[in-house]
């Protein structure tokens, strides 16, 4: 990953020893951003509630820990007023009992609304009050609809968001929450819109976990059942989004609303069939299915022209990675 990191003036540039808030940090994309940032030499403190799981049980007595939701104002506004964090990152989003994000958010709409719009709401209004320099968020790309109704391969930034899930809704309203405060308040805000991500660490369901299934599977002599379309597909390793987050609190330069962000795009049965040449012996029963939704590749040029970023891993290096073990925190 590459960004550059001197200060030419426009936002404050995030330093070693700053204090971060990491709400959501204890997830399967937040407790990477918490890595990341205690292993830049910030001091993280961790918002939410505690899950069953702990994904940050190799920094355990490395971060501070603010046990309240993002859903309770009074208690959100408490807590930044009391810590005075330099900076303020948010990944919190509904994911129910662990049937993944968009399944949680048909199942429970006002949960999923509560948390991931009126949540980040809260965040940026005590953020405002508490003084905080810069904020970065994770969306999605799943606020953009049904791939068939671009008339482009790739979408940027300006293509309509046209949302088909309740999830996708939440994150389409947030963002208009967080340029609302941009616009209003002047905070720096920047969304990051995330494509699927796969990695150690994820503990719910949906379509990433099919694949991290899969790559889980991977063994000499083994045989894997796997039913999944076979249409391009962005993703991304949740080390890189972490890598991305760090990136954009450390640039110089006032970003962006909003950014599309991705790692590489390839299609299912591909990954099957770099499995099967990985790992001798390893096959794959593929069936190919209609996707229920297909979402359109994204186009993210633009992210890495404001800051200079590129991801770490592509494929062959995320299934190399994952073969090996995972890296930190493998379940």
């Not at 990341?36 to 971060?63: R, W």
Request: with cysteine.
């Amino acid at each position: 990953m590459t960004c550059p990191s001197e200060n030419a003036g426009g936002k404050p540039v995030l330093q070693p020893g700053d204090r971060v808030v990491v709400a959501g940090g204890r997830g399967f994309v937040g407790s990477h951003i918490v890595r990341a940032l205690v292993a830049f030499g910030c001091e993280v403190d961790v918002l939410g509630p505690k899950m069953d799981s702990d994904l940050l049980a190799d920094v355990a007595g490395q971060v501070g820990s603010i046990d309240v939701g993002i859903d309770d104002a009074a208690a959100v506004r408490a807590a930044l007023a009391r810590v005075a964090p330099h900076a303020v990152v948010s990944c919190a989003a509904y994911a129910g009992s662990g049937e993944g994000l968009m399944r949680a958010g048909e199942s429970d709409a006002d949960r999923a609304f509560g948390i991931n719009v009126d949540g980040l709401r809260h965040l940026l209004a005590a953020s405002r009050e508490a003084g905080v320099r810069q904020v970065v968020w994770t969306s999605s790309t799943v606020v953009y609809g049904d791939a068939g109704s671009y008339a482009q391969e790739r979408v940027d930034e300006s293509a309509a968001k046209c949302p088909l899930t309740v999830y996708g809704l939440t994150k389409h309203l947030a963002e208009e929450v967080a340029e609302f405060a941009v616009r209003r308040d002047g905070v720096a805000v920047t969304a990051l819109r995330l494509p699927l991500i796969l990695g150690p660490g994820l503990w719910y369901r949906g379509a990433a976990a099919q694949l991290m299934d899969l790559i889980r599977a991977a063994r000499p002599g083994a045989r894997h059942g796997f039913g999944f379309h076979n249409e391009a597909v962005d993703l991304m390793h949740v080390r890189d989004v972490a890598a991305a987050v760090l990136c954009t609190l450390r640039h110089p330069r006032r970003l962006a609303a909003t950014y599309n962000i991705n790692g590489f795009t390839a299609h299912p049965q591909e990954i099957a069939e770099r499995l099967q040449q990985m790992v001798p012996g390893f096959a794959v029963d593929f069936r190919a299915q209609p996707p229920a939704l297909l979402f359109p590749l994204v186009d993210d040029r633009r992210f890495r022209r404001d800051t200079g970023f590129s991801p770490s891993l592509d494929l062959s290096r995320l299934l190399a990675e994952m073969l090996e073990g995972g890296g930190p925190h493998t379940p």
